[in-house]
């Protein structure tokens, strides 16, 4: 058996939600079983390799990436700070903001479907489609899939957002009928979902990557979702922890 696992926080050491994954890992793998492991820490952009929270990086241990980050939000933290109304992807002083000029992941598409004949391809959609293509395959190729994911926001991070983006291929992850309904072709694939919070209740009003994520997988196919979750770590961090390795030591 193939295990895909996907760790999504942007914390390398004391995230609860890798910590959690691995000893889910631990408990479903075989010695048989191969795992194929992916860190969107590690190729997708946005915010990461932070060394605690809040976003706070002393100037002297910042990387470029850093730098680009924090310049990134200063503008857009300051954006909001400065406006009074704030219109949202809608075409008396505006402040405008493309974000398919200043971020990176799926952009400048020309149709829908991400289909860009090769000789219209720039150097970025080469990048974006090779990613895409490893993305497909990993999940094609995969029998379990384990997913741990930090609420951000009330919503998922950049990452998985871009992931999900990237993922969904047609004729490749779903499909469209006649009729324009869409049917999944990732079938047979079991999930488990590492969810973390620090205050957001997992499956209440306020959580948004839930049914966002349960959706996107049922979307490609995937049924058999089981949630692991370790919520609301701020307000009985050592409760929160217990009942999901209680959850995993569970799973036969």
Known sequence: MKIYQIDTSARKEGST?????????????KPEDEVVYR???DEMIFISNLTESGMKIPDGEQTEQH????????????????SDTIIISVPIEVVYRDLNDEMIFISNLTESGMKIPDGEQTEQHKKMFEMSDKLVMELKESDTIIISVPIYNFGPPATLKAWADLAARVKETFKYNEDGSRVGLLEDKQVYLIITSGGTKINSKDD?????LTHVLN?????KIDIIAADQLAI??????KEAESQIENII
């Not at 948004?208 to 966002?212: E, G, I, Q």
């Open 17 to 29: 939600s890798r910590a959690l994954a691995k000893k889910l890992l631990d408990k479903i793998k």
């Open 39 to 41: 860190d969107l820490n």
């Open 67 to 82: 730098k680009k980050m924090f310049e990134m939000s200063d503008k857009l933290v300051m954006e909001l700070k400065e």
């Open 208 to 212: 948004f990557l839930t049914p966002w």
């Open 219 to 223: 979307f490609f196919g995937i049924k």
């Open 236 to 241: 009985d961090y050592e409760k929160s922890i």
